[in-house]
């Protein structure tokens, strides 16, 4: 956090760092550009699980499903150009891992395809369909499930503040996920519902929560809720958080240190945050920064 305040004398050497000669590329780079990098969203696969997005997204998959003999007859050759490299770099780094079980759609509770989404035309991805036509699985929603449409906007709040604290500056903090998963452990005892086939009906687990999976948002929510309730003696009302994003109107530093420790699995993601600036630069990110 200290490169995002150079006007303070206890960061001087962390700026003196970034000021140097062999900081030039990374200091003219847009982590130092917010008003610019926010104009537009990020080349990367939406969070959202099977469940929440709209059903015309699967109409594809369904007329596979349905067509005549078994589903990987009819799978689009380029469905599977598109994820099975991904696969292969999932396991190869052990995010996944070969489920011992029949590949049946009885024992296996989704299907991996390729689709694209509207702010990346033309870009195949993997996704998994957990929804499973067979009903053999009831993963269930967990007691404190909390639906995306019940969290907080965050932006009337950082306006409402502006408008009460003359030259106020905010942090917008995201922690770090991958494109498929969040980074935290799937017990072996709930991988079952984890499980899906590839294109060609290998059996696959996740060993790490998969943003598929169902209510997936609302555990990475309860997990920075939690965090935050550590903080809140010191903070109280000067943050608010929606799923894994965190709005501080003080304090970035602090909540950044407890969102990243005990344990040391969660990171802040610099490149989708943004520490240290006015509410103008908030009011003119693209809608994607506040999801």
Sequence with gaps: MAMFFPELEVTALVTKFIQSDQC???RN????NPRERGKTQPDRRGRTSYKLRDSKFWDEWNKVWDAEGYY??????EWNIAI?????KLYRAGVITPTYAENDRHIILGVAMANTEPHRPGKLDLFVNYHNPYCHFNPGLPPNYTQPERWPILLPLAQKFASE????????LRLWSAPHFYPFMVGPNNRENTSFLDGVGRPWEFRFVPKDMLASESMIHNIVQT??????????DRVAHRGDLVLLFKYATAVTFALQTRPWIREVD??????????????G?????WD
């Design 270 to 283: 610099l490149w989708k945050s943004f520490v240290n600036v006015e509410l103008d630069v908030l009011e």
């Design 29 to 32: 780079s847009l982590v130092f």
């Design 24 to 26: 030039e590329t990374f």
């Design 84 to 88: 099975r490299p991904i696969i292969a």
């Design 165 to 172: 604290h003359e030259g106020a500056r905010f942090a917008l």
């Design 72 to 77: 990987t007859e009819n799978i689009p050759l």
């Design 227 to 236: 965090r935050l309730k550590f903080m809140h003696k010191q903070v109280g």
């Design 285 to 289: 990110l693209d809608p994607c920064w």
